[in-house]
């Protein structure tokens, strides 16, 4: 008895560290477990919730901010974060070894990992020579109503996506109408809108859904608990340069720092290559260092050229748009 309330008195006297980020629980409690056993003295906690949703809390709690490190997140979502004031300057020690693409000029985030987006089909329903391997095959009739798509409104992701229909659009036709058509008919073979990423992949694998768009960190994760394959789709493929950022007013700025130079550390981007299916941004790691799956995509993806600075500009009303004279319009 005495050694248990001595036990309860004791006080944690770990320094916390509080994470933001879409993640989702598997690469996160990696580097919770990983960075803790190195760093005894520090707590790493997390909130795992869709990039857009971050972004929303980062900025409500702008006065009095809850988050120390935003970790994970199209880097447009970062610029509408940057914008706002909501990340403090720092410069990693790795901040040479990625694209300077990759770098905000203000030092207010970096790219941590590369994320592509994948077009995934059920594989245990759709043979692979019937899958489709680009955009317009997602229009073909058979899929009417057997394909799902993650909330736009609530993904980073999603809206990275959107964002690259509706450039081609203003690319081929100086408007984003061809691009919003587009999306009106994918609308007309979409069964549900999920919210969730994870449910999203759980109802594919159930076969609530036949087809699905979504990035391949997650579909990797998804296809060791279920039957899915996937293809780069063959005309291009947004690929996200997924961030890191300290948030500006940061209750424990020293650790978050040290913690966020870790997370681009060779170490740790071979850690999350291996063990969470991420594409490390750094260009100095060997490729016959990375697993058999990083080395795949090397020679498979085409990357869409795309203008991140407009999407993060004008994606918000772009997306309104959508929301409002798309969604549940299609036909």
Not at 68 to 74: A, E, L, M, S
Not at 263 to 270: D, F, T, V
Request: glycine content about 8%.
């Amino acid at each position: 008895m005495a050694l248990a309330a001595l036990a309860a008195c004791r006080r944690d006297t770990r320094t916390p560290i509080v994470l933001y980020s879409p993640h989702g629980r598997d690469l996160l409690t990696l580097i919770e477990k990983t960075y803790e056993a190195r760093h005894p003295e520090v707590d790493v906690r997390w909130l795992d919730m869709g990039s857009q949703d971050v972004y929303d809390r980062v900025r409500a709690e702008k006065a009095n901010p809850g988050a120390d490190v935003w970790f994970g997140g199209p880097n447009l979502v970062f610029a509408n974060g940057a914008r706002d004031g909501l990340l403090e300057p720092f410069e990693p020690s790795w901040s040479g070894s990625i694209p300077p693409e990759s770098r905000n000029p203000q030092k207010l985030y970096y790219g941590l990992y590369r994320t592509p987006v994948v077009i995934v089909y059920n594989s245990a329903a759709v043979p692979a020579e019937q899958a489709p391997r680009d955009w317009d095959d997602l229009l073909d009739p058979r899929w009417k109503k057997k394909i799902l798509i993650r909330d736009p409104l609530a993904s980073g992701t999603m809206r990275a996506v959107w964002g690259t229909i509706l450039l081609r659009s203003i690319e081929r036709t100086g408007s984003i109408d061809s691009g919003l058509d587009w999306l009106r008919r994918l609308d007309a073979q979409t069964k549900e809108y999920v919210f969730n990423p994870s449910i999203l992949l759980e109802k594919l694998v159930r076969r609530e859904g036949l087809l699905t768009v979504w990035d391949l960190p997650d579909t990797l994760f998804e296809m060791k608990r279920g039957p899915l394959g996937y293809f780069f789709p063959s005309s291009g493929t947004p690929v996200i340069d997924d961030a890191v950022g300290l948030v500006r007013g940061a209750r424990h700025a020293a650790a978050a720092k040290a913690l966020i130079d870790w997370l681009g550390s060779p170490e740790a981007q071979k850690l999350a290559a291996e063990k969470a299916y991420r594409l490390p941004a750094r260009t100095d790691l060997p490729p016959e260092q990375m697993p058999e799956w990083a080395r795949d995509v090397s020679t498979k993806l085409v990357a869409a050229k795309l203008d991140w600075d407009r999407i993060g500009r004008e994606g918000p009303a772009w997306m309104s748009r959508w929301d409002r004279e798309v969604r549940g319009k299609g036909k």
